[in-house]
């Protein structure tokens, strides 16, 4: 279909709220390779184009050079932008945003005998995807107002994202989140309450609050079975039994307990013999005996369904990602960059591409790797 391109930091704007309307450099750059990278995990995003640089300087927590980036998506519109017209009680323009995203993007909710509650019951679908789609990578977005929600369930918007290294439930990517609100375990339910702002902007299309709220509540189990789902995927699990969410909510509190590596962990456990109490995966934890303890369930439910070690191992290390955009690995890249060596950046982006596939010793030592201690002094805000 038709595709939308945007400039972000191309200057003023409308919307840029008194700001610049610029973009610095190291967050055009973030932006751009984040946005590749979750397109090769599989997680439905906005595109990057191209990043063009400019020497112009730009003024945030220090003095930076400026860049805009090119991006696109078949549409850049949010839940703010219903919001918008509900608040300024606009009903007739709210009417045609609906109007329009339902004849180009929701043409399933055309039909419906109230179609507004159609597209939100639809939206709200879309987001619990996405949000399993999240979780189960270890991506925390840092910004998630409902300006930062895509209405086609896409990622949108990369300020000051991060991927899990060490696992911590309660991570927060952005230093100026001091209450830890977009803490990675906290973001499926702030974008339960998104959709509730996005039930609210659309009430007076849809005209019974009861009926709204049904339309969000269809989230709740959409996401959680999205996520178990993914999370069996993550374990190479093929049929569903009972008892897999406390398996994986155990394996879960393991790694929290440890600290072990997110992406690294569930990578390992693809070529992972469960049972011998020895290997790789088994290396990430402190406590072995509690991950024997865990391992041993494991290998248990696996013989329930019959599962075959090495089909296992390609499943799981068709899910797993070796490679994410870890903060250290893009904060080499924005150094050099700066100095206007771009080498970095495309080496990084060709690993990003690819981030399933094992590729060469010096790559995976390279990009692969546990991230060096100074990685946790990264500090990652909003202007990122």
Not at 46 to 64: D, H, K, M, W, Y
Not at 113 to 132: D, K, N, Y
Not at 345 to 366: G, I, N, S, Y
Request: proline share 5%; charged share 25%; with cysteine.
């Amino acid at each position: 279909g038709p595709m939308e391109l945007q400039l972000k930091g191309a200057g003023r704007t409308p919307y840029s709220r008194m700001g610049d309307g610029r973009a610095v450099l190291r967050s055009s750059i973030r932006e751009f390779l984040c946005s590749e990278a979750m397109h090769a995990l599989g997680v439905p995003t906005t595109r990057a184009l191209c990043i063009t640089g400019s020497p112009l300087p730009v003024r945030r927590e220090q003095i930076e050079t400026a860049a805009v980036c090119t991006r696109v998506a078949p549409s850049f519109i949010r839940f703010g932008h219903f919001e918008h017209f509900c608040h300024h009680d606009q009903p007739q323009s709210l009417q045609a945003l609906a109007d329009f995203v339902i004849e180009h993007h929701y043409p399933e909710c055309a039909s419906a005998q109230v179609p507004a509650l159609a597209l939100l019951e639809a939206v709200s679908r879309r987001t619990a995807t996405l949000m399993a789609h999240w979780q189960a990578v270890g991506f925390c977005h840092g910004v998630m107002n409902t300006d930062n929600m895509s209405i086609l369930g896409l990622t949108i918007d990369y300020g000051p994202f991060g991927f899990l290294d060490a696992f911590d439930p309660g991570h927060v990517c952005n230093h100026s989140d001091h209450t830890g609100r977009y803490a990675w375990a906290r973001q499926p339910n702030v974008a339960f309450w998104n959709l509730h702002a996005l039930a609210q902007a659309l009430l007076p299309l849809i005209g019974d609050s009861d009926a709204a709220l049904a339309a969000v509540a269809v989230y709740k189990d959409a996401f959680a079975e999205a996520l178990l789902q993914r999370y069996r995927g993550k374990l190479g699990l093929q049929q569903p039994h009972d008892d897999d969410r406390a398996l994986v909510d155990d394996l879960l509190r393991l790694m929290a307990g440890d600290r072990a590596d997110y992406t690294l962990t569930f990578r390992r456990l693809a070529t992972h013999v469960p049972g011998l109490a020895q290997g790789a995966a088994r290396d990430m934890f402190i406590d072995r005996a509690a991950f024997d303890a865990w391992d041993a369930r494991y290998a248990e439910r696996l013989r329930r369904e019959g599962s075959v070690d090495a089909e296992r191992a390609l499943r799981m290390q068709r899910t797993n990602p070796m490679y994410v955009l870890r903060n250290h690995l893009a904060e080499l890249a924005i150094r050099d960059a700066q100095q206007g060596d771009h080498a970095e950046l495309h080496r990084l982006l060709k690993v990003l591409e690819h981030p399933f596939d094992e590729q060469d010793a010096a790559t995976r030592e390279r990009y692969a790797g546990l991230p060096p201690d100074w990685a946790q002094d990264i500090e990652v805000s909003c202007s990122s």
